[in-house]
């Protein structure tokens, strides 16, 4: 078995850049969401799909964003 | 292009593709989590679980020197052990493993340059069958604390000016805009960084791919931040891995005699009561 279909790219999630990576193994889809600075794992999902793992990585990924503060400084 | 400080703590994914069935080697895991390690893992490649079984699980610490021995032991390692570790966040937590063994005495502890997303993007070989080992009995030697910076030694050199602070977290989380990386749970009372630490984030010593940049790229990049090895040198960020990693490149590959990992990091100092805070500063780092 290998990974398959690799692929990394950035959006920005409720003014938050965040790093997409997505590959195959076997017949799973994988997707993580990291956030950008300072690269750290907020959500990672296998699925039958590559839509629904990316889907549910976003969603969790976004509720997790939404706890963050910006404080003025 | 001159080589690392120390070349033979590096290998590469073609070097230990050829070798995962070597019986020397025992290839490592250290992820955020084990999540990603169930998903699929390189080939003979076991998992640590950096948050129960590469610190206490009582109080704030690493581990004792008899809980990694029976880590390592139930690990199937001894002394002569290869021990190569990778991981996701291009080897955070691997790093963090590194400077536990190194604190330990292992002698021959290795990284994977680009870490688990390097061999993924490869397209290598993966499973996500668990290999066992045979347990041992793994004896560490006594802890080099000298790798390690405790509050009282970071206390004592920032009111002698006796040590460059190296603060790798985001310049967001350096400034106070933020006190824990997005989407991470706030970990501090206070946002800010320790009065006259540079700013040199963790993630500007690799390229994009994961990998370390070059001796010369990574000798330019903390000089330019007066970060040269000509004094001691204390890394922190929030909880001790990201530093782990930059005290790695430090260390290892830019030879740097004298550095030591702050563990406690922001989590320990941005709690403090009465401890000097700097805020706002600008940050200006190299590429």
């Known amino acids: 078995m290998r990974s398959e279909q690799f692929q990394e790219r950035q959006i920005e999630l409720d003014g938050w850049p965040v790093k997409l990576i997505s590959y195959r193994i076997g017949t799973k889809y994988i997707c993580q969401a990291d956030n950008v600075s300072p690269g750290a794992c907020l959500a990672r999902f296998s699925a039958d799909s590559a839509e629904e793992a990316e889907s549910q990585a976003l969603s969790k990924a976004r509720h997790l964003l939404s706890k963050t503060k910006r404080r003025a400084i | 292009m001159t080589d690392y400080a120390h070349p033979e703590v590096l290998v590469e994914t073609d070097w230990l593709s050829g ?79 590194f400077w536990q063994l190194k604190i330990y005495g292992h002698k021959d502890v290795r990284i994977l340059n680009g870490g688990r997303k390097k061999w993924l993007a490869e397209g290598r070989e993966v499973t996500d069958e668990t290999p066992s080992f045979s347990p041992t009995q ?66 500007k010593a690799c390229n994009d791919d994961g990998t370390f940049k070059s001796f010369d790229e990574l000798r330019s990049l903390y000089a330019g931040e007066g970060v040269d090895g000509s004094k001691p040198t204390i890394a922190y960020c929030r909880i001790g891995e990201r530093s782990s990693h930059t005290w790695f490149v430090l260390s290892y590959l830019l030879g740097f005699p004298n550095v030591v990992n702050y563990d406690g990091s922001w989590t320990e100092w941005g709690n403090l009561v009465g401890a000097p805070v700097e805020r706002r500063t600008a940050v200006v780092t190299g590429t």
Not at chain 2, 138 to 147: G, R, T
């Open chain 2, 138 to 203: 793994y004896k560490a030697q006594e802890p080099n604390l000298s790798l390690r910076a405790f509050l009282p030694q970071v206390q004592d050199a920032l009111r002698k000016n006796a040590a460059a602070l190296v603060d790798v977290r985001s310049p967001q989380e350096f400034t106070g805009e933020i006190l824990a990386p997005p989407g991470l749970p706030e970990t501090c009372q206070r946002g800010g960084h320790i009065p006259g630490a540079r700013n040199i984030p963790w993630g």
């Open chain 2, 19 to 97: 070798r995962v069935s070597d019986p020397a080697l025992r290839i490592v895991e250290v992820d955020v989590d084990n999540a990603a390690y169930g998903l699929g893992h390189i080939p003979g490649a076991i998992a640590w679980n950096w948050t129960t079984q590469l610190s206490d699980s009582i109080k704030r610490d690493i581990l004792s020197k008899e809980e990694l021995e029976a880590l390592l032991s139930k690990s199937g390692i001894k002394p002569e052990t290869t021990i190569v570790l990778y991981g996701d966040s291009n080897n955070w937590f691997a790093a963090w493993a």
